[in-house]
């Protein structure tokens, strides 16, 4: 598997470089990737969503700068911002001999993992995708598209949030849910570098792939 580490990028130009690997994936078999990285302040609504899952007016998610999408994924609203990572996997689940179902429990084992490696337990909770740390407190959302057995989209898991999504939105539609981040509940704080790296280590392990670091460039020529 291909892992393209990437810093802060614009959400519309992750959606285009989605598009583009998986176009490339069922024209032309192209190589499984993983892309990692971070949002600035971005709301988007899934498929499962509506602007009903919206705290505050389009108009003032615009005055604070924040971007609003609507999205072919998975699952009502979520958040992205600066402090949390998000990893997209472009994968054949034909290749990796996974079901749709299986493919989101792996993705939330590879999260648990990297979260133990800090010393924080978390689990699932049945009927509700993602990743928990208490009962209703929420540290990662899973939304996902397949197209032809192929993937996109994926996960994002908060490290160091600072802005508080509850302001915003409904949170995967449940009103009841707390969005929490890794540094709320583990001393000393995790640095951006090191959770990276657990991560793609974790995903590594539990999808039992070889990592190889690219490009965006070599991936999407």
């Given at each position: 598997?291909?892992?393209?580490?990437?810093?802060?990028?614009?959400?519309?130009?992750?959606?285009?470089?989605?598009?583009?690997?998986?176009?490339?994936?069922?024209?032309?078999?192209?190589?499984?990737?993983?892309?990692?990285?971070?949002?600035?302040?971005?709301?988007?609504?899934?498929?499962?969503?509506?602007?009903?899952?919206?705290?505050?007016?389009?108009?003032?998610?615009?005055?604070?700068?924040?971007?609003?999408?609507?999205?072919?994924?998975?699952?009502?609203?979520?958040?992205?911002?600066?402090?949390?990572?998000?990893?997209y996997p472009i994968v054949d689940l034909r290749r990796l001999k996974l079901s749709a179902k299986a493919f989101v429990h792996f993705l939330e084992e590879a999260i648990i993992?990297?979260?133990?490696?800090?010393?924080?337990?978390?689990?699932?909770?049945?009927?509700?995708?993602?990743?928990?740390?208490?009962?209703?407190?929420?540290?990662?959302?899973?939304?996902?598209?397949?197209?032809?057995?192929?993937?996109?989209?994926?996960?994002?898991?908060?490290?160091?949030?600072?802005?508080?999504?509850?302001?915003?939105?409904?949170?995967?539609?449940?009103?009841?849910?707390?969005?929490?981040?890794?540094?709320?509940?583990?001393?000393?704080?995790?640095?951006?570098?090191?959770?990276?790296?657990?991560?793609?280590?974790?995903?590594?392990?539990?999808?039992?792939?070889?990592?190889?670091?690219?490009?965006?460039?070599?991936?999407?020529?």
């Amino acid at each position: 598997m291909l892992v393209v580490e990437l810093s802060s990028i614009e959400y519309s130009q992750a959606l285009e470089i989605q598009r583009r690997l998986v176009e490339k994936k069922i024209s032309r078999d192209g190589p499984d990737v993983l892309l990692v990285l971070e949002h600035p302040p971005t709301v988007t609504i899934g498929i499962r969503g509506d602007e009903s899952d919206l705290l505050v007016s389009t108009g003032a998610l615009a005055r604070r700068g924040i971007g609003l999408y609507r999205v072919d994924r998975g699952g009502e609203a979520t958040y992205h911002g600066p402090g949390q990572l998000v990893l997209y996997p472009i994968v054949d689940l034909r290749r990796l001999k996974l079901s749709a179902k299986a493919f989101v429990h792996f993705l939330e084992e590879a999260i648990i993992r990297c979260l133990a490696v800090f010393g924080l337990e978390s689990f699932r909770q049945p009927g509700r995708a993602g990743v928990w740390a208490g009962p209703q407190e929420k540290i990662a959302s899973i939304g996902v598209k397949i197209q032809r057995r192929v993937t996109s989209h994926g996960f994002s898991v908060n490290v160091d949030v600072q802005a508080d999504p509850c302001e915003l939105i409904i949170s995967c539609g449940m009103p009841d849910v707390r969005m929490v981040s890794v540094n709320q509940l583990v001393e000393p704080p995790v640095a951006a570098d090191e959770f990276r790296g657990a991560m793609v280590a974790a995903f590594s392990s539990v999808f039992a792939v070889s990592i190889e670091r690219s490009s965006l460039k070599e991936v999407t020529k």
